[in-house]
């Protein structure tokens, strides 16, 4: 049987009958091997997903199935899976084996989920395009040559290229909803600490934050649902319950107030323009009111996410230094040696000069101009997002300025590379959900919507989502990839 596009498709034919997990994982595994080009993925246990998959099928048997039983999936390469290697996209682990399993990964393997495989990834979640992997870039499913944007490409490119119909990738400053958007699909960023970071390799820890990319947002409903929760090893994980997804899909949105701020509407190519005026008029057919809100900060938000990013890396890679594990020099001749050698040889250029920013920020006679005055910034930011839904239950805004850019073109320019993140970042640093949708195309490539609410509305951005899916097509668009 071909494998389905979408989640929630494998599980009707798994919950049929008309497909086996065992059928679904090989014609996974099948398509990961033709479809390896992409690059999206670094590593796959074919043994261990066959393994999975025959589980998956005796609990179906013993009717103790779920809805994601026997479903093949793929996780990003920076949760680890134990027994298994996870690298971040970096050779400074390169050949690390995992010893125990992501909290993400312990509840996808306790609802049944076949892991196939990992996510090829920016280096430790560091960057906007797929490109600074230490296994080379990931390809957009859509035009070859073009990002899949980052830092979840092969997550993106995975489900994109019809490899799987879902995967899990992380969200540090838009490294969910830009390759959500870059792909054609729909990725949730949650409320900060809605899913453990046990077992996350940390980039940014007051940030990072994991999360589904799929076609639909059925799809991303029913795998957020499955992962997230309270989970007492990680000390902000939100201790609250974990509403019902799917349901909220089909609420009713009419009546419902949404959001718009000028700030984040100036100066736009006019085909993201037309495409959120699309999504506006698609809204209030549905009965969704909008109204203005005031975000002047939010753009400024690039400058601290930066600083407090950078300095978070700093403190958090400062780990690696080729004494406890990961990448070690050949011959040291000194500790001093060994320190420096290791590091410049494990880590990229993106990653050495994120901590050499943080660092600088963090030092002495620094550290109230940068770090402070970033955290400070960060909270006018929330403030603002807090006054806002006040008066709305969501904010429609941009996902990135245009769509996906060509392969090699901002690498050079650090800055413009970090502009790509205008629109998610204020979103981050208030640690809200936001969600991205597919709304549109642009010269063939797909364009994105994002919706924000407020802390743990997940359920509303499902609901909006959910009703926009339902009166467009944009969700169905595919590239020949995976056709």
């Avoid at 589904?212 to 609250?240: I, K, N, Q, Y």
């Avoid at 060509?406 to 502009?419: F, H, K, Q, R, S």
């Avoid at 970042?425 to 407020?454: F, N, V």
């Amino acid at each position: 049987m071909s494998l389905p596009a979408t989640v929630e498709a494998c599980a009707a034919a798994l919950e049929s009958g008309a497909a086996s997990s065992r059928e679904l994982v090989a014609e996974s595994l099948a398509r990961c091997e033709a479809g390896s080009d992409l690059n999206a993925l670094v590593s796959f246990d074919a043994d261990g997903a066959r393994a999975a998959a025959e589980a998956a099928d005796a609990r179906r048997a013993a009717g103790e199935a779920g809805p994601l039983t026997g479903v093949p999936i793929v996780v990003k390469d920076i949760f680890c899976v134990e027994g298994g290697r996870t690298t971040a996209g970096s050779r400074m682990l390169g050949d690390w084996m995992a010893p125990y399993d992501a909290h993400l990964v312990e509840r996808l393997r306790d609802a049944g989920a076949v892991i196939v495989g990992k996510a090829n990834m920016d280096e430790f979640a560091m960057g906007s395009s797929g490109e600074n992997s230490a296994f080379g870039p990931t390809l957009n499913p859509w035009d070859r040559t073009r990002v899949p944007g980052g830092s979840s490409s092969g997550s993106a490119a995975a489900v994109a290229g019809g490899l799987v119909p879902g995967a899990f990738g992380t969200d540090t400053g838009g490294s969910i909803r830009q390759p959500a958007a870059f792909c054609g699909l729909t990725g949730m960023k949650p409320t900060y600490g809605r899913i453990s970071r046990y077992g996350m390799i940390a980039f940014a820890s007051s940030l990072d934050q994991a999360g589904p990319l799929a076609w639909t947002a059925g799809d991303a409903a029913l795998l957020l649902g499955a992962v997230a929760g309270f989970d007492p090893r990680d000390s902000t994980s939100a201790e609250r319950p974990v509403p019902d997804y799917l349901a909220a899909l089909d609420e009713s949105i009419e009546g419902r107030t949404v959001g718009f701020a000028p700030a984040l509407m100036r100066n736009l190519p006019a085909a993201v323009q037309q495409t959120l005026e699309e999504v506006r008029r698609t809204l209030e057919a549905c009965g969704v009111r909008f109204r203005e809100v005031t975000l002047e900060t939010a753009l400024t938000g690039v400058s601290a996410y930066y600083v407090i990013a950078s300095a978070e890396a700093s403190t958090n890679l400062s780990r690696y230094d080729g004494v406890r594990f990961g990448h070690r020099c050949a011959d040291p001749v000194d500790l001093e040696d060994l320190y420096c050698r290791s590091r410049a040889e494990g880590f990229g250029e993106e990653v050495k000069r994120r901590i050499l920013t943080g660092t600088y920020a963090l030092s002495v006679g620094y550290y109230d101009a940068y770090y402070r005055t970033a955290q400070r910034v960060r909270r006018m930011i929330r403030d603002e997002f807090l006054s806002a839904f006040a008066d709305v239950d969501a904010i429609l805004a941009p996902v990135t300025p245009s769509p996906a850019f060509a392969l090699g073109e901002n690498t050079a320019d650090p800055v413009a590379m970090y502009l790509q993140d205008v629109f998610t970042i204020p979103a981050s640093l208030a640690g809200l959900p936001a969600l991205s949708m597919p709304a549109g195309l642009d010269g063939g490539l797909p364009l994105g919507a994002q919706l924000i609410g407020p802390h743990f509305g997940e359920e509303t951005l499902f609901a909006l989502a959910g009703a926009f899916q339902r009166e467009t097509d944009h969700h169905r668009a595919r590239p020949e990839a995976a056709a």
